[in-house]
């Protein structure tokens, strides 16, 4: 890296049209952010045995989670998240990329991970079983779990960050065009209402041995 990579700040790296942002790009319910937190500790847990196995790469996880970020436009987790990417040694020019939706920095061996990533924020943390499957076949079971548990972190944290950002947005006087002080606030307290509740569900899940995949299992053809 360059003396000037090394000070770079994520707010040197966000393009602009997330930083200033007045709008939704993705919009999410209380029920779908409540379905992400019940997800989230065993997701938590799959990555934080691969920080210590290093199964799966720790900068391909940082683009997956970017990838599925650039998706849902989260503004505060585009800053923490180019935050940690910048620590790890990626370049601000392939942050940029990853936050901009662009391909130029995408490794071809990472190609079908990043695809993941994108169909996974577009259906909201319920995607295809054909897709899952293919990043299975791909790279392997447990590979693809860990792929997969990035994604789904990554997507329960925008999950209360868009409501945030919005929130914050509001504050400095820039509300969102099409948000209110009541989905905002909403979604925030509601969040942190619920997350025991998600815990304990998830713990109950965990105990009667059901899958962390939420996968969608109708046809893809339809």
């Known amino acids: 890296m360059t003396t000037e ?3 770079m700040k994520p707010e040197d790296v966000i393009p602009g049209s997330i930083s200033s942002m007045t709008e939704y790009k993705r919009k999410f319910s209380f029920f779908e952010m409540y379905r992400s937190f ?3 500790p065993r997701a938590i847990m799959c990555m934080a045995g691969n920080n210590k196995s290093k199964l799966v790469d720790a900068d391909l996880v940082k683009r997956i989670q970017l990838a599925v970020t650039e998706v849902n436009g989260c503004a505060a987790c585009s800053y923490e998240h180019a935050k ?3 620590r790890l040694g990626m370049s601000g020019a392939e942050i940029s990329s990853f936050l901009s939706g ?3 920095f995408i490794k071809p061996e990472e190609a079908k991970a990043i695809v993941f990533a994108q169909h996974f924020a577009e259906s909201k943390g319920y995607p295809k079983e054909q897709a899952y499957e293919a990043i299975v076949k791909e790279y392997g ?5 860990v792929m997969l548990a990035a994604a789904q972190v990554m997507i329960a944290g925008n999950m209360y960050g868009i409501p945030y950002s919005a929130f914050r947005s509001r504050r400095k006087g820039r509300p969102f065009k099409d948000s209110s002080l009541l989905f905002e606030l909403g979604m925030l307290i509601g969040g942190v209402l619920s997350l025991p509740v998600a815990l304990f ?5 965990g105990s009667v041995d059901l899958h962390n995949e939420q996968l969608d299992r109708s046809n893809s053809d339809q």
């Open 5 to 7: 990579e090394l000070i």
């Open 38 to 40: 019940v997800c989230m």
């Open 84 to 86: 940690l990417a910048l």
């Open 102 to 104: 662009a391909n130029g």
């Open 141 to 145: 079971e447990e590979k693809a779990r």
């Open 201 to 205: 569900h998830a713990v109950i899940r």
